[in-house]
Nanobody
């Protein structure tokens, strides 16, 4: 069973930045559809950003212009660069792997993904 390993979470003040990383083993990492999700206490898990086989990206409206999702195929690593963080960005962040190729920017729907990481906590204080 493939395992995803997230890192990079932490505590920052509003306006700060963090970069999350997700190492995903596998020969076909470069073509797999992947995404980042988050879940805060008392809320449902929501899609934040996705990237498809061609590198086309998709973002939730709440993070558009502040977050950037990208891959380093040489390192089998998915990243989420988060700038201009707000207190409402506080959540556990999860990396997700569809384990297949896709187009159209990917998916912000959690049902589209087969493999999940354990999560990394992001806390933004005002």
């Amino acid at each position: 069973q493939k395992q995803l390993m997230e890192s990079g979470g932490g505590s920052v003040q509003a306006g700060g930045s963090l970069r999350l990383s997700c190492v995903a083993p596998g020969t076909y990492f470069s073509i797999y559809c992947m995404g980042w999700f988050r879940k805060d206490l008392g809320k449902e898990r929501e899609g934040v950003a996705a990237i498809d086989t061609r590198g086309t990206t998709l973002y939730a409206d709440s993070v558009k212009g502040r977050f950037t999702i990208y891959k380093d195929n040489d390192k089998n690593t998915l990243y989420l660069q988060m700038d201009g963080l707000k207190p409402e960005d506080t959540a556990m962040y999860y990396c997700a792997d569809r384990d297949h190729a896709c187009t159209g920017g990917g998916y912000l729907w959690e049902g589209a993904y087969d493999i999940w990481g354990q999560g990394t906590q992001v806390t933004v204080s005002s």
